[in-house]
């Protein structure tokens, strides 16, 4: 019911494909690995994310969460060997040892390039939930947006604990709480302070709670986000209390669609103002769906338009809005 170090589970490899041969790995303290971080104290059961930044074809950087509410980044040295292949670092904590801040990432972040304001980003989405146990309402859960800049560059080699590195160490006190979507619907000096307070933020978050009653209901992440020009598409489940006590129910799954850059909502899903996308409140982010437990979104290219799937429901989504970049390779002959 609180947050508590696991005792296996708590290491990363990277090994050759081919042979099988370890290159590296790290590990907790004294577990004797190439590079020991006194952070992984909690299992990382996702598939780490691993990322080529400056296009060369080589992998450069990786991103995972734990069991613990903790993002960590691993940027790697390529051409170097053993404990100096590899650095990293928790870049966020999102947890702690009550029982209703004992989130866990069992899922894999989503990763995607964005500009905001003058400057470039890497943008990374992910959502806490229990998966484990699936009805428990304990916890109070978040979608966490984090912009993280100057990706490209490395963290301190000499990291051995996030309180030494002072461009991370993040926690929910650094991003700004989108929850009630001040910056679209609220007066006018609430949506300039909004922005204000997010500008000055390393990202945003969203509580999971009722908007009609403000409380949590035990709503959660169980699945990967998926972003597309910069509109994140992102599952939750929300169970049902049984009050019968004998007939099982099935719960409440939902598709949250936002904007990236402030988690505004994209459409008008709920229909409560004559149809129109350009007065949205909180509830638009929000679609309903049938799925008892939703799998992760998936984007489909058809007729040149992207769809995006979530289980059996499918639909078409305006995700090019404005100027968007576009790089491509030309041969001279």
Not at 77 to 101: H, K, M, P, Y
Not at 271 to 279: G, H, R
Request: with cysteine.
């Amino acid at each position: 019911t609180v947050r508590t170090a696991d005792t296996i589970g708590r290491a990363l490899y990277i090994v050759d494909a081919t042979t099988g041969a370890r290159l590296w790995w790290a590990g907790p303290s004294s577990s004797g690995a190439d590079e020991v971080y006194s952070d992984m104290q909690y299992s990382m059961p996702a598939t780490p994310k691993v990322l080529d930044t400056n296009g060369d074809g080589l992998a450069d950087q990786m991103y995972i969460g734990d069991m613990g509410g903790q993002v960590w980044r691993f940027d790697i040295n390529n051409g170097e060997r053993g404990s100096s292949l590899v650095d990293g670092a928790v870049i966020a904590e999102f947890a702690g040892n009550s029982t209703t801040d004992n989130r866990r990432f069992y899922n894999s972040p989503d990763l995607f390039g964005f500009r905001y304001g003058n400057n470039r980003y890497l943008g990374l989405v992910i959502g806490s939930g229990y998966r484990a146990h699936p009805l428990d309402a304990a916890v109070e859960d978040r979608i966490y947006m984090l912009r993280i800049p100057d990706a490209s560059s490395a963290p301190d080699s000499n990291l051995d604990d996030k309180t030494d590195y002072s461009d991370y160490g993040w926690t929910e006190n650094d991003l700004y709480d989108a929850t009630d979507n001040l910056i679209g619907e609220g007066t006018t000096a609430q949506q300039a302070a909004g922005a204000a307070s997010l500008a000055g933020a390393k990202g945003w978050y969203l509580r999971l709670i009722d908007y009609a009653d403000g409380a949590y209901k035990g709503e959660k992440v169980l699945s990967e986000s998926t972003t597309v020009n910069n509109q994140i598409f992102i599952t939750t489940y929300e169970p049902s209390p049984n009050t019968s006590g004998c007939v099982p129910l099935a719960g409440k799954s939902r598709l949250y669609h936002l904007w990236a850059e402030d988690a505004q909502p994209v459409k008008n899903y709920d229909k409560t103002v004559k149809n129109s996308d350009t007065e949205l409140t909180k509830e638009d982010r929000i679609v309903e769906l049938m799925d008892p437990l939703p799998p992760d979104p998936q984007r489909m290219r058809v007729d040149g338009e992207d769809v995006i799937c979530v289980g059996a429901r499918c639909a078409k989504e305006d995700t090019i809005t404005g100027i968007v970049e576009t790089f491509w390779y030309q041969d001279e002959e």
